[in-house]
């Protein structure tokens, strides 16, 4: 099974500040690696897909990069509203799996 | 307009057994996988498994493997999940979700409360 690992498991931010969200992964999953943003009771969103691919509808301050086992999310001049926890999920290998995810405070 | 549509929270006992529902709208039902996730409180994301409705071809996370059992009826485009023993680690929110090319998610059900508790 394909661990991922994201770091930091928190962070407290202010409006405006640049974020990078890293997910290593425990072998290579090349470009099989996908971003959801989850608000508190709410289903998980998709934002990125294959490491670097936005999805649709989703704000262009969103942004992946990465291949092999290191990923980056970068959230550009964070807003308000992206307060919440943010996951990586590969789908190289079956089971697939999700990191354990990225909490991002708004201070 | 694609949607997938959960049936509601449930309150079960230790021992029961329950049957949770994904019904997909809007889309060729048999033509994606369906995933399910867990979410238990206050925690994480955890991927249980998978099924392709047109062939009902289902894949497990070792973890959920002889645990849970996935099946979709075509027919009347719904994916089930389903207990035939619960416990109370069973508490959770149960989330489907449909696979593009059985691979990244783009729509997710609203999430499937399911309490045990004696």
């Known amino acids: 099974e394909i661990v991922l690992t994201q770091s930091p498991d928190f962070q407290s931010v202010t409006p405006k500040e640049k974020v990078t969200i890293t997910c290593r992964a425990s072998?290579?999953?090349?470009?099989?690696l996908h971003w959801y943003q989850q608000k508190p009771d709410q289903s998980p969103k998709l934002l990125i897909k294959?490491?670097?691919q936005s999805f649709s509808g989703v704000p262009s301050r969103f942004s992946g990069s990465g291949s092999g086992t290191d990923f980056t999310l970068t959230i550009n001049s964070l807003e308000a509203e992206d307060a919440a926890t943010y996951y990586c999920?590969?789908?190289?290998?079956?089971?697939?799996?999700f990191g354990q995810g990225t909490k991002l405070e708004i201070k | 307009e694609v949607q997938l549509v959960q049936s509601g929270a449930e309150v079960k006992k230790p021992g029961e057994s329950l049957k949770i529902s994904c019904k997909g709208s809007?889309?060729?039902?048999?033509?994606?996988?369906i995933g399910w996730v867990r979410q238990m409180p206050g925690k994480g994301l955890e991927w249980m498994g998978i099924?392709?409705?047109?062939?009902?071809?289902?894949r497990y996370s070792p973890s959920f493997q002889g645990q849970v059992t996935i099946s979709a009826d075509k027919s009347i485009s719904t994916a089930y999940l389903q207990w035939s023993s619960l416990k109370a680690s069973d508490t959770a929110m149960y989330y489907c979700?449909?696979?593009?090319?059985?691979?990244?998610?783009?729509?997710w059900g609203q999430g499937t409360l399911v309490t045990v508790s004696s």
């Open positions: 979700a449909r696979h593009v090319s059985s691979s990244w998610t783009d729509y």
């Open positions: 809007g889309y060729s039902f048999t033509s994606y996988w």
């Open positions: 099924i392709y409705p047109g062939d009902s071809d289902t």
């Open positions: 072998q290579s999953i090349g470009s099989s």
């Open positions: 294959y490491a670097s």
């Open positions: 999920h590969q789908s190289s290998s079956l089971p697939y799996t």
